[in-house]
């Protein structure tokens, strides 16, 4: 029968190692700060404007009205280059990916009805480059439409699926609790496991009364409460410094007390099987990095391309953050039920095999 | 009172007979040493008593418990110091005995454990940061929290210098004064002489000797040696003259004749007188632990290295 006062004293014992180790704090819960400051600044910050410079060749009033009309969409933030230099040059010499050159007869041109082109300099490379090119092609056909005296037929109407539209940091916030869930249990109890059996605390724990489910349970314990201090700061971070909208309900806790569970079983269970701290420690990596990439931690899943989201479905992790997902982002905890019976039967396995295999004493 | 009580003890390691059909017992209240060459089967045994591993055969009572099968109840018990002690490297001595204490739900108080394992200087200093001999003490300690009638004490010296070596034997003598039982290893021979009540020299496997330290040297060396530093010439005599057990060392230019009884005494003596020749450095001797123990053996306790070959005759007859 399992006893509190032990779990509650190994749970002591273990906080202190664990807390003066410093480095798995570091890990748990500085480390995903820094991420979400360092994410959330680089692909939210500022205004998503491209700046572009054009050269332009022409006198006459039109290609003033064309930029002026490619300045209004607002995409696009023009600067103007000296006429008198090579354009192409100039932008190589700046390291420019994208530039718009319009020609000297492009007024004339345009009134007598001959055709002209705009030139409009991309690079591939830069994921900018299809945005402005886009927004160049549409100004264009405005123009056409008008020089032929003509106006738009078929229109569009932008509408967005929520109220207000998902930003990345949305994403990025129970992504980063996930990142957690998963990270500060696999790399410590793959090492634990592995080490205590080594220097033989197993053993000696064996000759007292505590029990390995109790031990478990008190590391499982452990890192509840290190996922719940890791969820709180990426809340308030998310929130407060980058405006994330997550929605808060009692449909994330299912999540936050299985997902440690999972990842404590499953530490202690590569540990157990292995044969060295050496080969628990490969084996624990293998298992972890792909999860700590694919699972939507960083990048939600659904923006990566289409056989790297199969790979995604078979990481217990990503039914983790998607469910975290559906309840924080899309506030539908209908869909997370789905995801959490898949992460639940999953963590009752492992469980079962890491009690079962996990021995105190070797015969 | 039950102890230990061991009989036809049997562990293999595949074909590696680690444990081969071993039998002692170990009385209440006595220090009991098990003295052996690495690898002789001593830590196989003491982890088999503690019911850390199963023997193949052969029945095991420790307390009146099978150790294997009411491990739970035994642990409770009994202390332990395994071989090569290591604990959680951030908690401190003090830390640890609290938290055993709340394992085995008994009320202690730490300093007074501490004091009794001489470590208070050093209770609130991390595992990882303590010397080799106070982290040999803290193990001690946490064997003492719940009150054992009984402690394994497997090497609990080794690596240690004389000052810590000697400040456990303390520890230890204090246990046996409290009048708790102790089973211990060691690979010193002095450490057995000093504590232990008695002892058994193991072997591959094997246990080839039993008893007090004097139990077995008058076993293995029943009789003492007259030892007279002279000629030659003195021994032709006495093989002449006499039946006398009679060897000569042209090395030490010594004489030295075994005194199976009285009789030969006196009549070496009167031999020695009658031949009117040169003679000094009268002596007696006997062999010690240690020498038995290098004839049995075959090794050097401590170094575990082979002695030299003419140092492991058989005991002289
Ligand atoms: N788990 C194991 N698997 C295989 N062989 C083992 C195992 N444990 C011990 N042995 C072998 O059994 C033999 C006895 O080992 P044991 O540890 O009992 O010796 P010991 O007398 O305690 O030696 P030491 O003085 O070096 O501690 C050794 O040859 C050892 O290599
Ligand atoms: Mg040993």
Known sequence: ?????????????????????????????????????????????????????????????????????????????????????????????????????????????????????????????????????????????????????????????????????????????????????????????????????????????????????????????????????????????????????????????????????????????????????????????IITFPMMFLSGTFFPVSSMPGYLQNVAHVLPLYYIIDGLNSVMVYNNPGKALTDFVIVAVIAAIVFALAVRLFKWRDS | MPGIDVSELRKYYGSLKAVDGISFSVRSGEIFSMLGPNGAGKTTTIEILEGLRRQDSGSVAVLDLDPWKQGYELHRKIGVIPQGFSFFDKSTPREAIKYYGDLFDVKIDPDEILREVILEDAANTRFENLSGG?????????????????????????????????????????????GRTVLLTTHYLEEAEQLADRVAIMNKGHIIATGSPLEIITTYSPSERLKVTAERALYDYVKQHTDLNAEYDDATKSLVIQLRSKSDAISAFETIAKSNLEWSDLSTERDSLEDIFIKLVGVRLDEGEPVPNEAVQAPAS
Request: aromatic share 10%; charged share 10%.
């Open chain 1, 1 to 285: 029968m399992a006893n509190l006062k032990r779990i509650f004293s190994d749970l002591a014992v273990f906080r202190r190692q664990y807390l003066r180790n410093r480095i798995g704090l570091f890990f748990a819960l500085i480390f995903p700060v820094i991420i979400i400051v360092l994410f959330g600044a680089i692909f939210s910050g500022g205004s998503s404007t491209v700046t572009v410079y054009y050269q332009n060749h022409d006198s006459g009033s039109l290609s003033t009205a064309y930029l002026s009309a490619l300045n209004s969409t607002g995409a696009l933030d023009l600067i103007p280059v000296n006429p008198s230099v090579n354009f192409s040059q100039y932008l190589l010499a700046n390291s420019l990916s994208e530039g718009i050159l319009i020609p000297t007869n492009f007024s004339e041109s345009l009134e007598s009805h001959i055709p002209v082109n705009v030139t409009v300099y991309t690079n591939p490379a830069d994921t900018s480059s299809e945005g402005v090119l886009a927004v160049v092609s549409g100004v264009t056909n405005y123009f056409n439409l008008r020089a032929v005296g003509a106006s738009p037929i078929v229109g569009v109407i932008n509408q967005n699926v929520k109220s207000s539209s998902y930003k990345y940091i949305d994403f990025l916030v129970p992504g980063l609790i996930g990142f957690s869930i998963l990270t500060s249990p696999m790399f410590s109890m793959v090492n634990i496991a592995a080490e205590y059996k080594k220097t033989k605390i197993f053993r000696q724990l064996s000759l007292t009364p505590l029990t390995k489910g109790e031990w478990l349970t008190s590391k499982i314990i452990w890192y509840i409460i290190l996922t719940v201090a890791s969820f709180v700061l990426m809340v308030l971070v998310g929130t407060e410094l980058f405006a994330a909208q997550v929605q808060l309900s009692l449909w994330i806790v299912p999540f936050l007390l299985v997902g440690p569970l999972f990842f404590v079983a499953l530490g202690m269970l590569v540990g157990t099987v292995t044969k060295s701290q050496e080969s628990a420690g490969v084996i624990g990596n």
């Open chain 2, 134 to 178: 106070q982290k040999q003490k803290t193990g001690l300690a946490l064997a003492l929290v719940n009150n054992p009638e009984l402690l394994f004490l497997d090497e609990p010296t080794t690596g240690l210098d004389p000052q810590a070596r000697r400040a456990v034997w303390e520890v230890i003598r204090n246990l046996k004064k409290a």
